[in-house]
């Protein structure tokens, strides 16, 4: 996946991504390897790090999806503008799970680390 997001920043872009677009892919990525460690039970990094990554990335993710609906608003019905938030709060829901978990749940696997 981590390759996927990298050549489609390079090859589908008809124009330069910009700054925040490069945080958008940098946070996704950081925290798909925070998933990949807690899926096959690595202790990547350190269980701190982790514990404060996940309310940088789930504010990065709300702060970003409000700024983009603010800056490039699309006429919709609010009803339809909920549903579309409930649907990707549905799909981001299982990163953060795995985020929690690893950063506050894993004691056995970072114990293991020292």
Do not use: C
Request: proline share 6%; charged share 10%.
């Amino acid at each position: 996946m981590a390759t996927l997001v990298v050549i489609t920043i390079f090859v589908s872009y008809e124009e330069i991504p910009t700054p925040s677009d490069l945080v958008d892919y940098g946070t996704w990525l950081f925290s798909l390897i925070g998933v990949f460690g807690y899926a096959y039970s690595i202790g990547i990094i350190r269980k701190p790090l982790w514990q404060a990554w996940l309310p940088i990335v789930v504010l990065w993710d709300i702060g970003s999806m409000a700024y983009q609906q603010m800056h490039d608003p699309i006429e919709m019905e609010p009803w339809f503008i909920v549903i579309i938030a409930l649907i990707a709060a549905i799909m981001l829901l299982p990163e953060y799970l795995a985020l929690y978990l690893y950063g506050y749940r894993s004691n056995s696997l970072w114990t293991s680390k020292t």
